[in-house]
Protein backbone atom coordinates (compact mmCIF):
# COMPACT_ATOMS: atom_id res chain seq x y z
CA UNK A 1 0.00 0.00 0.00
CA UNK A 2 0.89 3.57 -0.21
CA UNK A 3 2.91 5.52 2.81
CA UNK A 4 2.89 8.74 3.64
CA UNK A 5 5.76 9.91 6.51
CA UNK A 6 5.19 13.37 8.43
CA UNK A 7 8.38 14.75 9.80
CA UNK A 8 9.13 15.52 12.45
CA UNK A 9 6.99 13.35 14.84
CA UNK A 10 7.10 15.50 18.02
CA UNK A 11 7.86 19.53 18.34
CA UNK A 12 8.12 22.03 21.41
CA UNK A 13 8.83 25.52 20.44
CA UNK A 14 8.35 28.71 22.25
CA UNK A 15 5.77 31.12 21.99
CA UNK A 16 6.16 33.20 18.91
CA UNK A 17 8.30 30.95 16.94
CA UNK A 18 7.18 29.03 13.93
CA UNK A 19 7.28 25.53 13.03
CA UNK A 20 7.19 23.61 9.93
CA UNK A 21 6.07 20.38 9.38
CA UNK A 22 6.44 18.26 6.38
CA UNK A 23 4.14 15.33 4.85
CA UNK A 24 5.60 13.30 1.99
CA UNK A 25 4.46 10.77 -0.39
CA UNK A 26 6.69 8.00 0.32
CA UNK A 27 5.95 5.78 -3.19
CA UNK A 28 3.53 7.67 -4.85
CA UNK A 29 2.33 11.20 -6.46
CA UNK A 30 0.20 13.12 -4.70
CA UNK A 31 -1.34 16.48 -6.40
CA UNK A 32 -3.79 17.00 -3.62
CA UNK A 33 -2.85 16.44 0.17
CA UNK A 34 -5.13 16.94 3.21
CA UNK A 35 -4.05 18.81 6.46
CA UNK A 36 -6.14 18.06 9.54
CA UNK A 37 -5.78 19.03 13.22
CA UNK A 38 -6.58 16.91 16.06
CA UNK A 39 -7.70 17.66 20.13
CA UNK A 40 -7.56 15.63 22.51
CA UNK A 41 -10.30 12.70 22.36
CA UNK A 42 -12.00 14.68 19.57
CA UNK A 43 -12.12 14.00 15.75
CA UNK A 44 -10.05 15.56 12.88
CA UNK A 45 -10.97 18.64 11.56
CA UNK A 46 -9.98 19.57 8.47
CA UNK A 47 -8.35 22.52 7.77
CA UNK A 48 -7.36 22.87 4.02
CA UNK A 49 -6.72 20.95 0.92
CA UNK A 50 -3.28 21.43 -0.31
CA UNK A 51 -2.75 21.33 -3.84
CA UNK A 52 0.03 20.92 -6.22
CA UNK A 53 1.37 24.16 -8.07
CA UNK A 54 -1.53 25.95 -6.81
CA UNK A 55 -2.68 28.06 -3.61
CA UNK A 56 -3.98 25.48 -0.49
CA UNK A 57 -7.65 25.65 0.14
CA UNK A 58 -8.90 26.80 3.02
CA UNK A 59 -11.44 25.72 5.34
CA UNK A 60 -14.15 28.16 6.70
CA UNK A 61 -12.65 29.47 10.12
CA UNK A 62 -8.78 28.38 9.49
CA UNK A 63 -6.31 31.40 9.18
CA UNK A 64 -4.54 31.18 5.89
CA UNK A 65 -1.43 33.54 6.93
CA UNK A 66 -0.95 31.59 10.45
CA UNK A 67 -1.22 28.14 8.47
CA UNK A 68 1.12 28.47 5.67
CA UNK A 69 0.25 25.64 3.44
CA UNK A 70 3.48 24.85 0.72
CA UNK A 71 2.58 22.18 -1.98
CA UNK A 72 5.99 22.19 -3.88
CA UNK A 73 6.03 19.02 -5.02
CA UNK A 74 3.99 16.01 -6.19
CA UNK A 75 5.60 14.12 -3.04
CA UNK A 76 5.72 17.09 -0.41
CA UNK A 77 3.60 19.41 1.40
CA UNK A 78 4.31 21.58 4.26
CA UNK A 79 2.32 23.45 6.83
CA UNK A 80 4.24 26.10 8.51
CA UNK A 81 2.48 27.43 12.18
CA UNK A 82 3.73 31.07 12.09
CA UNK A 83 3.77 33.03 15.30
CA UNK A 84 2.74 29.92 17.65
CA UNK A 85 0.93 30.16 20.48
CA UNK A 86 -0.04 27.49 23.32
CA UNK A 87 -3.65 27.33 21.66
CA UNK A 88 -1.93 26.13 18.65
CA UNK A 89 -1.06 23.00 20.51
CA UNK A 90 -2.39 19.92 18.76
CA UNK A 91 -2.15 16.51 16.77
CA UNK A 92 -1.64 17.71 13.47
CA UNK A 93 -1.80 15.09 10.46
CA UNK A 94 -1.93 15.00 6.73
CA UNK A 95 -3.37 12.41 4.29
CA UNK A 96 -3.13 12.06 0.48
CA UNK A 97 -5.38 9.80 -2.05
CA UNK A 98 -3.93 7.52 -4.08
CA UNK A 99 -5.19 8.28 -7.36
CA UNK A 100 -5.20 4.56 -8.60
CA UNK A 101 -7.97 3.98 -6.09
CA UNK A 102 -11.11 5.64 -7.36
CA UNK A 103 -13.01 6.22 -4.23
CA UNK A 104 -11.34 8.11 -2.14
CA UNK A 105 -8.93 6.52 -0.37
CA UNK A 106 -6.53 8.16 1.59
CA UNK A 107 -3.56 7.73 3.24
CA UNK A 108 -2.54 8.89 6.72
CA UNK A 109 0.54 9.99 8.26
CA UNK A 110 1.86 9.19 11.64
CA UNK A 111 0.84 12.42 12.78
CA UNK A 112 3.09 15.71 14.64
CA UNK A 113 2.65 16.78 18.28
CA UNK A 114 2.57 19.82 18.41
CA UNK A 115 3.39 21.64 21.86
CA UNK A 116 3.81 25.38 21.46
CA UNK A 117 5.27 26.51 25.30
CA UNK B 1 -24.32 17.64 2.25
CA UNK B 2 -22.95 14.71 4.25
CA UNK B 3 -22.97 14.11 7.88
CA UNK B 4 -21.79 11.05 9.87
CA UNK B 5 -23.23 10.51 13.63
CA UNK B 6 -21.20 7.83 15.46
CA UNK B 7 -23.73 7.55 18.20
CA UNK B 8 -21.28 6.34 21.06
CA UNK B 9 -18.80 8.17 22.63
CA UNK B 10 -17.43 5.63 24.51
CA UNK B 11 -17.68 1.46 24.85
CA UNK B 12 -16.70 -0.41 27.21
CA UNK B 13 -16.67 -3.89 27.24
CA UNK B 14 -15.16 -6.50 28.70
CA UNK B 15 -12.22 -8.85 26.50
CA UNK B 16 -13.58 -11.82 24.47
CA UNK B 17 -17.12 -10.31 24.32
CA UNK B 18 -18.63 -9.38 21.00
CA UNK B 19 -18.78 -5.62 20.32
CA UNK B 20 -20.71 -2.86 17.67
CA UNK B 21 -19.66 0.62 17.18
CA UNK B 22 -22.49 2.58 15.35
CA UNK B 23 -22.67 4.76 12.07
CA UNK B 24 -25.21 6.41 10.95
CA UNK B 25 -24.73 9.10 7.93
CA UNK B 26 -26.72 11.60 5.82
CA UNK B 27 -26.22 12.47 1.93
CA UNK B 28 -28.56 12.61 -1.08
CA UNK B 29 -26.13 11.43 -3.43
CA UNK B 30 -24.05 7.82 -3.58
CA UNK B 31 -21.32 7.65 -0.75
CA UNK B 32 -18.01 5.43 -0.24
CA UNK B 33 -17.96 4.43 3.68
CA UNK B 34 -14.70 3.97 6.02
CA UNK B 35 -14.02 2.70 9.38
CA UNK B 36 -10.30 4.15 10.70
CA UNK B 37 -8.72 2.78 14.04
CA UNK B 38 -6.17 5.04 15.90
CA UNK B 39 -4.46 3.64 18.19
CA UNK B 40 -2.76 6.54 21.10
CA UNK B 41 -0.24 8.91 20.10
CA UNK B 42 -0.51 6.90 16.46
CA UNK B 43 -2.21 8.18 12.82
CA UNK B 44 -4.60 6.43 11.10
CA UNK B 45 -5.08 3.08 10.28
CA UNK B 46 -7.65 1.87 7.53
CA UNK B 47 -10.18 -0.97 8.57
CA UNK B 48 -12.38 -1.32 6.27
CA UNK B 49 -14.47 0.31 3.54
CA UNK B 50 -17.49 -0.10 1.15
CA UNK B 51 -17.37 1.08 -2.14
CA UNK B 52 -20.21 -0.83 -3.81
CA UNK B 53 -21.48 -4.63 -4.42
CA UNK B 54 -21.46 -7.11 -1.20
CA UNK B 55 -22.84 -4.89 1.43
CA UNK B 56 -21.12 -7.07 4.36
CA UNK B 57 -17.59 -5.65 4.22
CA UNK B 58 -15.03 -7.39 5.78
CA UNK B 59 -11.78 -5.93 7.00
CA UNK B 60 -8.28 -5.99 9.28
CA UNK B 61 -8.21 -7.56 12.59
CA UNK B 62 -10.82 -9.57 12.43
CA UNK B 63 -13.37 -6.59 12.10
CA UNK B 64 -16.76 -6.33 9.77
CA UNK B 65 -19.26 -3.49 8.73
CA UNK B 66 -22.23 -3.77 6.90
CA UNK B 67 -23.72 -1.32 4.74
CA UNK B 68 -27.65 -0.73 5.00
CA UNK B 69 -28.96 1.75 2.66
CA UNK B 70 -32.48 1.99 3.81
CA UNK B 71 -31.60 2.38 7.18
CA UNK B 72 -28.57 4.53 6.14
CA UNK B 73 -25.96 3.07 8.61
CA UNK B 74 -22.64 1.62 8.63
CA UNK B 75 -22.19 -0.81 11.96
CA UNK B 76 -18.93 -1.89 12.59
CA UNK B 77 -18.78 -5.44 14.54
CA UNK B 78 -16.23 -7.71 15.81
CA UNK B 79 -17.23 -10.84 17.39
CA UNK B 80 -14.27 -11.20 20.05
CA UNK B 81 -12.60 -8.45 21.22
CA UNK B 82 -8.84 -7.95 22.24
CA UNK B 83 -7.06 -5.67 24.97
CA UNK B 84 -5.65 -4.26 21.48
CA UNK B 85 -8.51 -3.13 20.06
CA UNK B 86 -8.32 -0.48 22.55
CA UNK B 87 -8.25 2.40 20.21
CA UNK B 88 -10.32 5.36 18.70
CA UNK B 89 -12.71 4.15 15.71
CA UNK B 90 -13.62 6.72 13.35
CA UNK B 91 -16.37 6.74 10.83
CA UNK B 92 -15.85 8.67 7.47
CA UNK B 93 -18.10 9.29 4.32
CA UNK B 94 -17.00 10.30 1.03
CA UNK B 95 -19.11 11.95 -1.90
CA UNK B 96 -18.11 13.45 -4.97
CA UNK B 97 -15.04 14.43 -6.77
CA UNK B 98 -13.27 16.41 -4.15
CA UNK B 99 -11.94 13.71 -2.02
CA UNK B 100 -12.95 15.16 0.97
CA UNK B 101 -13.76 12.71 4.03
CA UNK B 102 -16.52 14.00 6.52
CA UNK B 103 -15.21 12.69 9.24
CA UNK B 104 -17.65 11.14 12.98
CA UNK B 105 -16.65 12.45 16.33
CA UNK B 106 -15.13 8.94 16.96
CA UNK B 107 -15.68 6.72 19.21
CA UNK B 108 -13.40 5.12 22.36
CA UNK B 109 -13.69 1.88 22.62
CA UNK B 110 -11.87 0.56 26.02
CA UNK B 111 -11.74 -3.17 26.36
CA UNK B 112 -11.25 -4.42 29.79
CA UNK B 113 -9.64 -7.64 31.42
Known amino acids: GAVVSQHPSRVICKSGTSVKIECRSL??????MFWYRQFPKQSLMLMAT?????????EQGVEKDKFLINHASLTLSTLTVTSAHPEDSSFYIC?????????????FGPGTRLTVL | AQSVTQLDSQVPVFEEAPVELRCNYS??????LFWYVQYPNQGLQLLLK????STLVKGINGFEAEFNKSQTSFHLRKPSVHISDTAEYFC???????????WGLGTSLAVNP
Open chain 1, 95 to 107: SAPWTETPYNEQF
Open chain 1, 27 to 32: DFQATT
Open chain 1, 50 to 58: SNEGSKATY
Open chain 2, 27 to 32: SSVSVY
Open chain 2, 50 to 53: YLSG
Open chain 2, 92 to 102: AVSAGNNRKLI
